[in-house]
């Protein structure tokens, strides 16, 4: 009876290992592990920027770990943090400032863990590689699309990104360039909405409060656009063109319904499939080119 009982012990211990090993898919020795810090993911376009850097990371056999900075510097700094310990080899990141993610990088140069920047470049540390839209050039086809769409007169709405990043600053400097060459156009708003929908909207009511007349609004990218759409049509301004940049799935769609002007597409499962393998080859000792450019386009309906 003694034997029987230990026999169906060690039967249940074996089966408990079994189904506890089976929980976890097991990593193949010997896999490199490449580290992703992106700004945050509650935003579709770096949902998708993720998505083509796993993609990529899977058809190359490389560990891809993904980490969340939630749009918060101390975060990020603790996510990079946290890559060097994992032993990764090396590591893209999304900052969330321009600025402030200098830090996060001196951090990985002083383990000698490469670093590439995605969409949004450091003004601080050592970068291999930055890889991103022309956002100077992007922001300067919006402009130039609203210059032409209003006839080169009106007044315009300048939705900003965070401050402090390059995208907002490029994006900006861009549309700028563009609506200053038409002498009728005036810019009579320019406040940051943060790339986030709801701000967008909570900012564009409150442009609607203080200026009678808008012609034109120009978002540094779909989230705050969606926001000012959706703030124009409370108001009853349907007529409002509003300018969007990424062409995420929901701004395309609205392009299509005719609710959106346009948006400058980009390409973000690009810009993270290119982060995948220029890491490949920053691991293999290739050189690679300290800019990386990634095509843009107009969508309209």
């Not at 896999?31 to 935003?43: A, D, M, P, Q, R």
């Not at 891809?64 to 510097?73: G, K």
């Not at 995605?118 to 991103?132: F, K, M, T, Y």
């Not at 063109?241 to 701004?251: E, L, N, Q, R, S």
Request: charged content about 25%.
């Amino acid at each position: 009876m003694k034997k029987a009982l230990v026999f169906v012990l060690v039967a249940v211990v074996v089966m408990s290992l079994l189904v506890g090993c089976g929980t976890q898919a097991p990593q193949e020795e010997g896999t490199e592990k490449i580290g992703l810090v992106v700004s945050t993911l509650n935003n579709p376009f770096f949902v998708t920027l993720r998505d083509g850097a796993q993609a990529k990371a899977d058809e190359l056999g490389y560990e891809l770990i993904v980490l969340d900075s939630q749009n918060d510097a101390a975060r990020e700094l603790a996510n990079v943090e946290d890559l060097v310990q994992r032993g990764v080899k090396v590591i893209l990141i999304n900052p969330t400032d321009s600025d402030a993610v200098g830090n996060a990088i001196m951090v990985a140069n002083d383990a000698n863990i490469p670093i590439i920047t995605l969409d949004r470049g450091a003004n601080e540390g050592e970068v291999v590689s930055h890889i991103a839209s022309d956002n100077v050039g992007g922001g300067k086809i919006a402009g130039e699309y609203i210059v032409e769409q209003i006839g080169g007169t009106g007044k315009v709405v300048e939705l900003e990104g965070i401050p402090g990043t390059s995208a907002a600053r490029d994006r900006g400097k861009g549309f700028n360039d563009a609506v200053g060459e038409a002498n009728d156009i005036e810019v009579v708003a320019r406040q940051a909405a943060d790339f986030d929908r709801t701000k967008g909207l909570n900012v564009m009511e409150n442009i609607i409060q203080a200026q009678e007349e808008i012609a034109a609004v120009f978002a540094h990218n779909d989230e705050m656009a969606l926001g000012a759409i959706e703030a124009l049509g409370a108001a009853g301004r349907d007529n409002v063109i509003v300018v969007g940049f990424d062409a995420t799935d929901d701004a395309v769609n609205a392009v299509n319904e005719g609710k959106m002007a346009a948006t400058v597409a980009q390409q973000p499962d690009r810009i993270g499939a290119l982060g995948i393998e220029s890491a490949a080859k920053v691991m293999t000792g290739e050189r690679i080119e300290a800019n990386i450019p990634v095509e843009l386009r107009l969508v309209t309906k």
